[in-house]
């Protein structure tokens, strides 16, 4: 039996962005998917029969807005067994406080594009040889 494609949790409140980053992901093999916000994330089940573990988290800052930002993204971390944690900085811009006093696994520095994201989550969380085709 084949090992599931590992999970990750995309939350970018932008549309467009969160999609096209998903659908390049799911192209390489992850399970890819997304919500504009911390709350939204928190409805994805820790477990599921068919699916494995959340193993990553990318965040794009934008997302680390308002007093709750930190406690809801320290009960996702929780939720799902605390997975690595990727965050997408905005350039030289300043990070939002909730962002400076959380430890970071990876931090890419934004702008980038889709496939300099995408080969960011490949180095912080490798697809083993049988993974690496589109999940769909």
């Not at 030289?92 to 594009?113: C, M």
């Not at 994201?117 to 083993?128: Q, S």
């Amino acid at each position: 039996m084949a090992l599931p494609a590992p999970r990750i949790l995309l939350i970018m409140p932008e549309q467009w962005p969160r999609a096209l980053l998903r659908a390049a992901l799911r192209e390489a093999g992850y399970d890819a998917a997304g919500a504009p916000g911390i709350p939204g994330a928190l409805h994805y089940r820790a477990t599921d029969p068919d699916r494995g573990p959340v193993r990553l988290v990318v965040i794009d800052q934008d997302a680390l807005r308002g007093a709750e930002a930190g406690s809801e993204l320290a009960a996702l971390a929780a939720r799902h067994g605390r997975p690595e944690l990727m965050l997408l900085a905005r350039g030289a811009a300043p990070l939002p406080p909730v962002a400076r006093d959380f430890e970071w696994h990876h931090t890419v520095r934004r702008p980038a594009s889709i496939a300099e994201l995408v080969e960011a989550v490949r180095v912080a969380l490798p697809l083993p040889a049988e993974g690496r085709r589109p999940l769909d």
